[in-house]
């Protein structure tokens, strides 16, 4: 018997979760080693957007199902945790993505001049500077950036394992469901085969019944014609 179609569409958005964290990761990656992470930043954009989705499609067509009685209560229950914490996720990849620590630096053009190719060279801290940055070197300012990509993917790497271990979840409670699904049908089989089993026999018990209402009266017959046969003789 096949998968549940909605737990086989929560494990392909969990998957996706999981590629966009590991996509995070790399493009964190890049920045600290002065890689060109705007390719990767396109694709994540696209995957977020479709887990979105994703999870929207999971959300509607589980209510569709609770709502029409498809599925137990407490299968309705389950399944909504599992789409709640795989929406929780979703907007902690969203979070880390939009922390594009890149966006925070100034490129190599605007340390250089003004930020338009040409006159004098501004420095792009002292604008709008925070209290964390005031006062720090370019050199520990990236550092201190550094630092934050690190904690970022460390999260995701925790992120990661949350999501491998709920795809492992929805995996067994697949397997379970498809047990239980043979449980039914077998014990569906056998309640046909006693249903038929008892329309036979109560097929027999009327047919015995006709027969001996037959019998009583052949019976009656037959003492009826001794009588009359015994009061011919008597009189004569």
Sequence with gaps: MSQDLWLQNYDAACRLAQEIAENIHER??????GGNPAKLNMTLRASLQRLKQ???????TLTRASAQRRIMQAEADRRQNLVDDLATRETRLNASFKADISEAEPSRSSLMTGGNGSGPAVNPWLVNESEETRGLSFGEIKHQQQH???????GLD???VVISRQKQMGQEIGNELEEQNEIIDDLAQLVDKTDSRIKNETHRVKLLDTKSASCGMLVV???????IIVVAVWQT
């Design 28 to 33: 964190n990656r890049q920045l600290r080693t």
């Design 54 to 60: 994703n999870i929207a499609q999971l959300k509607e």
């Design 148 to 154: 934050i990509i690190e904690v970022q993917d460390a």
């Design 158 to 160: 925790a992120l990661a």
């Design 221 to 227: 017959i037959v003492l009826l014609l001794i009588a």
